[in-house]
């Protein structure tokens, strides 16, 4: 079994900067491709970024491009994801995921259907 636990979020004036963190334990040895997800009210799930276990491929939304940043710790099951340029519409719950058993295709497009552990969930609201 692997636990997420992430942190992080809260509330942000538009253009601001937020930072979230998340770690992904209890399966001993191995590292994971990790992921961010949001999820809007009434809304699906929806891809913001992933990073390979290595951590030298990320891929990121469209929408995000250029404004959020994904990392990882070296040797660690620990991600982040650096939001600068926030917009009201990136208001969300955010989910950091491990992909444990998903394939990596699901990582190169962040299919939220390849990871197989999710973090609690955290809100990130961006006021205009």
């Known amino acids: 079994q692997v636990q997420v636990v992430q942190s992080g979020g809260g509330l942000v004036q538009a253009g601001g900067s937020l930072r979230l963190s998340c770690t992904a334990s209890g399966r001993a040895g191995g590292q994971y491709a990790m992921g961010w997800f949001l999820q809007a009210p009434g809304k699906s799930r929806e891809f913001v970024a992933t990073?390979?276990?290595?951590?030298?491929?990320?891929y990121y939304a469209d929408s995000v491009k250029g404004r959020f940043t994904i990392s990882r710790d070296s040797g660690k099951n620990t991600v982040y994801l650096q939001m600068n340029g926030l917009k009201p519409e990136d208001t969300a719950v955010y989910y950091c995921a491990a992909s444990v058993y998903g394939p990596a295709q699901a990582v190169i497009d962040g299919d939220p259907r390849g990871f197989d552990y999710w973090g609690q969930g955290t809100q990130v609201t961006v006021s205009s």
């Open positions: 990073i390979n276990w290595r951590g030298d491929n990320s």
